[in-house]
């Protein structure tokens, strides 16, 4: 795969047509070509093609998907960008951190690059998909970029970075599909032994999701903790209760 070929933009809920137009000219200016709607406006607008410009042929072929799980079901590795800190919102990179890391793979694995509406950004369950997060630091008196602004400098950093060679051979990473039956699994495990709270399992959930995100599981090592959860499964068959209850 060539460095084109292994990035893709990926929009989340985006309102207005005229920055999805802006975003296709931003990734046609940096040499990128793949990009995906998640529950878009409406595409075939004339303010989109507009502000796309030379980039039309962008606009026709982005994809569009109904779920950022499904947008992202080819891609190793993901990266949230968000503005907001917070309990879910850690270890947050910088756009030439994450170019660094993304370049470190050498072309083995396809990144996604996840931006959120433009009035409020990615809910912390979306954010808990990706793997790494991302902010592009700002002023203190005014933090928000414009949608398109703010992919522009993520697809600079990446085009500027390109040419420098990895430190050392990429190990190949399990994919976000691979990754989400894990925690599908797991979640249904926890659940039967009493660790998670059924009434909020996702509170925990969140925080396993970023312990294994910073792992950085390949699809061995996804395979031991599936085996792991299916004979925790089995030697629970006489389960009796949450301990201490």
Not at 8 to 21: D, E
Not at 43 to 65: G, N, Q, T, W
Request: aromatic share 6%; with cysteine.
């Amino acid at each position: 795969m060539d460095s084109k070929g292994t990035i893709a933009i990926v929009l989340v809920g985006t309102q207005s047509p005229g920055n999805i137009g802006m975003v296709c000219r931003a990734m046609k200016n940096m040499g990128l070509t793949d990009l995906r709607l998640v529950n878009p406006c409406q595409v075939d607008h004339p303010e989109a093609l507009k502000f796309a410009v030379s980039a039309r042929d962008l606009l026709d072929s982005a994809r569009i998907f109904s779920s950022l799980e499904e947008a992202l079901e080819d891609c190793e590795i993901s990266v949230a960008t968000t503005r907001r800190h917070g309990k879910y919102r850690q270890e947050i990179s910088t756009p030439e951190e994450i170019a660094a890391r993304v370049n470190a793979q050498a072309g083995m694995h396809r990144v996604a690059l996840v931006f959120g509406r433009e009035d409020s950004g990615l809910t912390t369950d979306e954010v808990a998909v990706c793997r790494w997060q991302s902010t592009i630091p700002t002023a203190d008196d005014y933090g928000s970029l414009n949608l398109a602004q703010a992919v522009l400098i993520f697809c600079y950093e990446l085009f500027k970075d390109k040419g420098v060679s990895p430190a050392s051979e990429p190990r190949p990473l399990a994919g976000s599909a691979a990754m989400e039956s894990l925690y599908g699994q797991m979640e249904r495990t926890l659940l039967r032994i009493g660790f998670l709270n059924p009434q909020n399992p996702a509170h925990l959930m969140r925080t396993l999701r970023r312990i294994y995100s910073r792992a950085e599981l390949d699809e061995r090592e996804v395979a031991v903790l599936r085996g792991m959860m299916s004979q925790i499964d089995w030697a629970a068959s006489e389960f009796k209760g949450k301990k201490g209850s």
